[in-house]
């Protein structure tokens, strides 16, 4: 049971805020596309457009040579509103933790697996998904203390998965 936990649940990486993961740090891990969540890891569930710190974030990456896609559970219009204005290509209704839209993404960014990484706010999809799928992850805080209704049973079975990981020493959140 303990091993299932690590295996599916435990992240690649932790980082406070996306917007701390930077280009130097995926370069240096062969990293060349981001599969990023949207609501409650970029931007907060109820925020239908991107902030400057989203924006600049996206323009570091594109300086960079690193592609981005968005992969989330919302509906089209919710996703394309977001992604549109900034050229973001996406993937909406993904039903993670589904592979489909992880294999989807990383086939529309003409990457590998190995050099894909998915960040997320949430261990019951986001990393889940990826873990499943061979895709590093990366475990962010959600940008709100708030979730959609969707999200609130996810989130009391993570902190239960999150006081383990925190026990045996496995949770090392980048500042």
Known sequence: MLNFLEKYFLPSDYFVNFNIITPEYLKERNITAVITDLDNTLVGYDEPHANETVTRWFKSMKENDIK??????????????????????????????????????????????????MVG????????????????????????????????????IERIIMRYFNRKGLINWRQ
């Open 68 to 117: 981005i896609t968005i992969v989330s559970n919302g509906n089209k219009v919710r996703v394309s509103e977001f992604c549109d204005p900034h050229d973001i290509n996406y993937i909406f209704s993904a039903k993670k933790p589904l592979g489909r839209g992880y294999r989807k993404a990383v086939r529309m960014m003409g990457t590998r697996k190995s050099e894909t990484v």
């Open 121 to 156: 706010d949430q261990l019951m999809t986001d990393i889940l998904g990826a873990n499943m799928e061979g895709v590093k992850s990366i475990l962010v805080l959600p940008v709100k203390s708030r979730d959609g209704w969707s999200t609130r049973a996810n989130r009391s």
